[in-house]
């Protein structure tokens, strides 16, 4: 395995020669008209991330073309109402691409034998539940299985038919896949044996040092991979844990947590932590995936004015504003004076069940909205609120909002209400009432949740369409 890595890094360093720039084309079609803008991921600074988009606006007949100058071949992905696709670009090609067509949502024309290995690969996140059995005590035979696993995929690689550069950017891609993998696996027997008192193998720390190592990291072509703000992440945790001991590391945390100055105390962190080349890139992408939680944590404002300070010809500041953006406009708008109605039923420690919450409502039909203000999901079905509540309000029916929010989130709860003008009936749920709704709810997968109760109290529809969906909403009403 060893072997293998430094032939990766060989083969990297000589594929990072050449800067010349050349243009590279997408052209696309968009099925439905009614869209009028295209995101797809940012290509700068010799990284691939998704936390940071740019855009494309779609004319009237439903088309529109990207250019782009790289020097490299990249990956790019392209997100919208029909779903998620990356594809592979390289210098001076043209690529088109078809978008809401089944059975492809985003499809890419002429897709070439790279894309199409590359699509049948292994994708599930590592960190997903499920890629790793329940038991992972026997580590070493989920390890070489890992193992066995990448070097199948290199080896049926060196058969596709490819330039060397594309060839090379998936076999980058998918050394920081496994990397990742081996990451997680050791991450999580590390963390429960230390939770167990228990000192932590060596050969796990070997295995998750190995993933992480300062040369792979910085190395310009594993940056342009899919995973690599991810891999980050755990190089951060690996580094930590080999200076600090995991009840100091819980007791600091918890106090940076209390004071509001975990994410600050996280990049501070880093910058030890990591290798200096990669903390631009790293701090960034913190400062993004954090806002676009939509948490609206204060924190972040002054994270980003740090980070523009430090950084100050940095290319991501553009990407960041916006986002810090929204959480200055959340505390403007809570602190104003607002005159929607919204109703709060505090007393949540004595509503225990489903039928306790609607029946203030009897007689009503009733959609009930299931979230919390972590649920990113949740929060992005607000911003159809205008459309449901004149649905809601044409159809005579009620509206409840039951929030899962613990209690110490219960401020940050009224304030989201307001933000997203969640004018109805509120309810933070206890744990009893919680336990109710998923057993009362088949098929639980989480939320956001929705559901249509009738005159009489019944359940009619246990998974209702979203505020999204509102033309489907508005036939079941």
């Known amino acids: ?51 940071f988009k740019d855009s494309v606006i779609i004319d009237s007949t439903g088309h529109f073309t990207i250019s782009l100058k790289i020097d490299q071949p990249y990956f790019i992905s392209f997100k919208s109402n029909f779903g998620y696709k990356q594809i592979i670009i390289e210098p001076e090609k043209i690529y088109e691409i078809e978008i ?17 290995f590359y699509d049948n690969l292994a994708s599930s996140h590592p960190n997903a539940y499920g890629f790793f059995p329940e038991d992972i005590s026997d580590y070493q035979n989920i390890y070489d299985s890992l193992r ?36 997680s696996l050791a991450s999580r027997i590390n963390v429960t044996h230390l939770r167990n008192n228990e000192p932590t193998p060596d050969d796990i720390m070997k295995m998750w040092g190995n993933a992480v190592s300062d040369t792979f990291l910085t190395n310009i072509t594993t940056r342009k991979a899919d995973y690599y703000y991810d891999l980050l992440g755990l190089a951060f945790w690996y580094n930590l844990y080999t200076k600090l001991d995991y009840d100091s590391i819980s007791v600091i945390r918890k106090e940076k947590r209390e004071q509001g100055l975990i994410h600050s105390y996280n990049i ?13 890139f790293y701090s960034a992408t913190y400062i ?11 924190e972040l404002i002054n994270l980003s004015e740090k980070f523009k300070t430090k950084y100050s010809d940095s290319k991501y500041i553009s990407y960041i504003q916006p986002s810090i953006g929204k959480i200055e406009d959340f505390y403007k ?13 505090d007393n949540y420690e004595n509503i225990n069940s489903l039928a306790d919450c609607i029946s203030p409502l009897k007689g009503k039909q009733i959609y009930i909205d299931i979230w919390s203000t972590s649920c990113g999901p949740c929060k992005e079905e607000f911003e159809y609120n205008e459309k449901l509540k004149e649905t809601l309000k044409n159809k005579d029916v009620e509206i409840i909002y039951i929030s899962l929010d613990s209690d110490q989130n219960k401020d940050r709860w009224k304030d989201m209400i307001k933000y997203y003008n969640l004018k ?32 009489g109290g019944n359940i009619v529809n246990n998974d209702a369409p979203r505020p999204s969906n509102s033309q489907e909403l508005e036939k079941q009403l």
């Not at 993004?288 to 204060?298: G, L, W």
């Open 1 to 51: 395995m060893k072997k293998l890595q430094i032939l990766l890094l060989f083969a990297m360093t000589l594929s990072a020669c050449n800067t010349k720039k050349e243009n590279v084309t997408i052209k696309g079609t968009v099925k439905d008209k009614k869209t009028t803008e295209l995101l797809y991921s940012a290509t700068f600074n010799e990284n691939y991330n998704n936390w």
């Open 268 to 280: 501070e962190l880093a910058e030890s932590l990591l290798p200096k080349e990669i903390l631009e």
């Open 424 to 455: 109805g009936n509120h309810i933070r749920a206890n744990e009893k009432l919680e336990a109710d709704l998923k057993e009362k709810i088949e098929r639980w997968y989480g939320i956001p949740r929705y559901l249509i109760i009738d005159e």
């Open 148 to 183: 066995t696993n990448l070097e199948k995929e290199l080896q049926d690689l060196s058969k596709i038919k490819c330039s060397e550069k594309v060839r090379n950017l998936i076999r980058t891609d998918r050394q920081v896949y496994y990397n990742l993998a081996f990451s």
């Open 288 to 298: 993004q995936s954090r806002a676009k939680q939509k948490k609206f944590e204060k």
């Open 100 to 116: 809401g067509s089944e059975p492809e949502p985003i499809k890419l024309v002429n897709k070439s034998d790279a894309q199409q």
């Open 333 to 345: 708008k809570v602190a104003a004076d607002s005159n929607e109605e919204y109703t709060f039923l």
